[in-house]
C-alpha cells in the first residue's frame, strides 16, 4: 500500500516536473518568436527610414539645381575664358579666378572690388575674371558653386552692362558653407535686380546653359596650377597678398 501510494506520488512529481519543462520550453519558444518579430519590425523600420531619406535629399537636390536644358558655348569671353572688362587691348591685365562660394573670394570683392572697377573704367588696364566651380561640395549636393558660375556667364552673354553689379550683389549675397546655396528663382531674382533682367539670362540661368562649359573651364584653370580662390594676377604674376594696394603697385609696375 504505502509502495504503492510512493510511486503514485513519484510519477505525479514526474508529471509536474515535465509539465514544468514544458512551460518552459513554451516560454522559451515564444520569447524566441517574440524577438524575432521585433527584429524584423526593426530592420524594416531601418530600411524605411533609409528610403525616405534619400528620397527627402533628392528632393532637395533636385528644387535647387538647374535643370540641364541644352548646352551652350560663350561667345563674348576671351580666348582664356574670361569675362572682360576695361581696355580690351591693354598690355596690363589683371586676371581674377574666383569662385561664388568661397568665403575669401567674397571678402576679397569686399575689400578690393571697388580697386578692380575703377581701373577698369579708367581703361588702361584690362580686368579679367575667371568664375570656376571647385566647391561643389560645401551645397550638399546642390552644385550651388557650378550654377552661380552658370549664371555669372548667362549675365555676361545677355545683360554685359549689368554684370558688375550683378557681380557684387552676388558676393553680398552669398550663401553660407555646408547649406544648399540658393536656389535658381533667388539666382534669376538676384540678377533681375541687378538689371539683368532679359528673358534670356532667366532662362539661361533656369536651364543651366553653360554647366558644361563651368565644368570644362574649372578643369582648364586647375590645369594652369590654379586650385585655390581667389587668385589675382597681373600679367601672369600672382598677387599674394591682393590688397588694394598691392594690385595698384603690380599695376604700375607692370606698365612701366
Known amino acids: 500500500m504505502n509502495t504503492s501510494k510512493k510511486a503514485s506520488k513519484g510519477n505525479g512529481a514526474s508529471k509536474d516536473i515535465r509539465a514544468m519543462q514544458n512551460g518552459d520550453k513554451n516560454r522559451r519558444t515564444l520569447i524566441q518568436i517574440l524577438v524575432a518579430v521585433v ?3 526593426l530592420v524594416a523600420a ?4 533609409i528610403v ?4 527627402t535629399s533628392g528632393d532637395a537636390s533636385t528644387a535647387t539645381s538647374s535643370a540641364q536644358g541644352p548646352q551652350l558655348t560663350p561667345t563674348s569671353l576671351t580666348d582664356n575664358g574670361a ?3 576695361g581696355n580690351p587691348d591693354a598690355t596690363t591685365v589683371i586676371s581674377v579666378v574666383e569662385d561664388f562660394q568661397c568665403p575669401a573670394c567674397k571678402a576679397f570683392e569686399s575689400t578690393s572690388g571697388s580697386t578692380l572697377q575703377q581701373l577698369a573704367d579708367a581703361g588702361n588696364v584690362a580686368v579679367d575674371y575667371r568664375p570656376i566651380a571647385i566647391l561643389d561640395r560645401f551645397s ?6 557650378t550654377r552661380a558660375a552658370n ?8 545683360d554685359r552692362d ?7 550683389t552676388m558676393f553680398e549675397k552669398q550663401p553660407p558653407e555646408n547649406g544648399t546655396g540658393l536656389p535658381d528663382d533667388e539666382l534669376v531674382a ?3 535686380s541687378a538689371g539683368a533682367d532679359s528673358p534670356e539670362t532667366a532662362s539661361c540661368i533656369t536651364d543651366g546653359s553653360y554647366t558644361d562649359w563651368v565644368t570644362s573651364q574649372t578643369q582648364s584653370v586647375i590645369s594652369e596650377g590654379i586650385n585655390g580662390t581667389p587668385n589675382v594676377r597681373v600679367n601672369g604674376t600672382e598677387i599674394s597678398n591682393p590688397t588694394p594696394e598691392n594690385i595698384l603697385a603690380a599695376a604700375a609696375a607692370a606698365g612701366n
Open 39 to 41: 527584429l524584423i519590425a
Open 46 to 49: 531601418i530600411a524605411l527610414f
Open 52 to 55: 525616405n531619406n534619400r528620397s
Open 83 to 85: 569675362i572682360r572688362f
Open 140 to 145: 550638399n549636393g546642390a552644385m550651388y558653386s
Open 151 to 158: 549664371a555669372s556667364i548667362c549675365v555676361a552673354e545677355n
Open 162 to 168: 549689368s554684370w558688375m553689379n550683378w557681380h557684387t
Open 190 to 192: 538676384i540678377a533681375a
